[in-house]
């Protein structure tokens, strides 16, 4: 029951690393190509047709890759970064990149659906573009980035899980290496649970969280 304990003990702390640094990462990049997105496109403050379109079809590229697959593609990258290609910091990178169109496409969504009339006012009373971005755009639509960054999170915890086939570490790797391969059922059931909770808890906290902010506009 101790070693048990123990690795998923061992096993969660590699998952919220993983997914802490992940989602950090991936709304550092996600979060301005949303804005640029947003603002190069038709409904834009600087539309920029060419621009908008070859960033648009660079994400939908990243979107379409299936986590695993896009793993084993980024795996010279990341032995190049890091010296290695498997473990939790390795995964890192990956998921990052993973979630970071996600991201992008979140914020750009929601943006979309601010009412035009907010920025046309912000333009009547002078503000430049970027006055716009930073105290009309990016207020607005915090409630929904919280409750696109809740769902990024909940997907990272998927897309670790799945990391651990190819030696990611985490809750993925100790339900197949110490579960599955083993035979111990009771591990893996463990892994799961664990997930289960990690996911439920993430999802309580970005819908109050979201909620609050609602309430404080």
């Given at each position: 029951?101790?070693?048990?304990?123990?690795?998923?003990?061992?096993?969660?702390?590699?998952?919220?690393?993983?997914?802490?640094?992940?989602?950090?990462?991936?709304?550092?990049?996600?979060?301005?190509?949303?804005?640029?997105?947003?603002?190069t496109?038709?409904?834009?403050?600087?539309?920029?047709?060419?621009?908008?379109?070859v960033?648009?079809?660079?994400?939908?590229?990243?979107?379409s890759f299936?986590?695993?697959?896009?793993?084993?593609?980024?795996?010279?990258?990341?032995?190049?970064?890091?010296?290695?290609a498997?473990?939790?910091?390795?995964?890192?990178?990956?998921?990052?990149?993973?979630?970071?169109?996600?991201?992008?496409r979140?914020?750009?969504?929601?943006?979309?659906?601010?009412?035009?009339?907010?920025?046309?006012?912000?333009?009547?009373?002078?503000?430049?573009?970027?006055?716009?971005?930073?105290?009309?755009?990016?207020?607005?639509?915090l409630?929904?980035?919280?409750?696109?960054?809740?769902?990024?999170?909940?997907?990272?915890?998927?897309?670790?899980?799945?990391?651990?086939?190819?030696?990611?570490?985490?809750?993925?790797?100790?339900?197949?290496?110490?579960?599955?391969?083993?035979?111990r059922?009771d591990?893996?059931?463990?892994?799961v649970?664990?997930?289960?909770?990690?996911?439920?808890l993430?999802?309580?906290?970005?819908?109050?969280?979201?909620?609050?902010?609602?309430?404080?506009?």
């Amino acid at each position: 029951m101790n070693q048990i304990l123990s690795l998923v003990l061992s096993s969660t702390g590699e998952t919220l690393l993983m997914v802490l640094f992940s989602t950090v990462f991936s709304v550092l990049i996600g979060f301005p190509l949303g804005i640029i997105l947003y603002i190069t496109g038709p409904q834009g403050i600087i539309p920029k047709k060419i621009l908008n379109q070859v960033l648009s079809r660079i994400i939908d590229v990243l979107r379409s890759f299936p986590f695993v697959i896009l793993m084993i593609v980024l795996l010279p990258f990341t032995r190049f970064v890091l010296g290695k290609a498997i473990g939790t910091a390795a995964t890192i990178i990956p998921l990052s990149i993973a979630a970071a169109p996600f991201v992008a496409r979140v914020i750009e969504t929601s943006l979309i659906e601010i009412d035009p009339g907010v920025i046309t006012a912000a333009k009547a009373m002078g503000s430049t573009n970027w006055q716009i971005i930073y105290k009309v755009l990016v207020p607005e639509v915090l409630p929904s980035v919280v409750s696109g960054i809740t769902l990024t999170v909940i997907n990272l915890i998927s897309y670790s899980a799945m990391a651990g086939t190819l030696g990611g570490g985490g809750l993925g790797d100790l339900a197949i290496r110490y579960g599955y391969q083993r035979f111990r059922t009771d591990i893996m059931t463990a892994a799961v649970i664990v997930i289960i909770i990690m996911v439920a808890l993430i999802q309580f906290l970005g819908t109050k969280l979201a909620n609050h902010i609602l309430k404080k506009r």
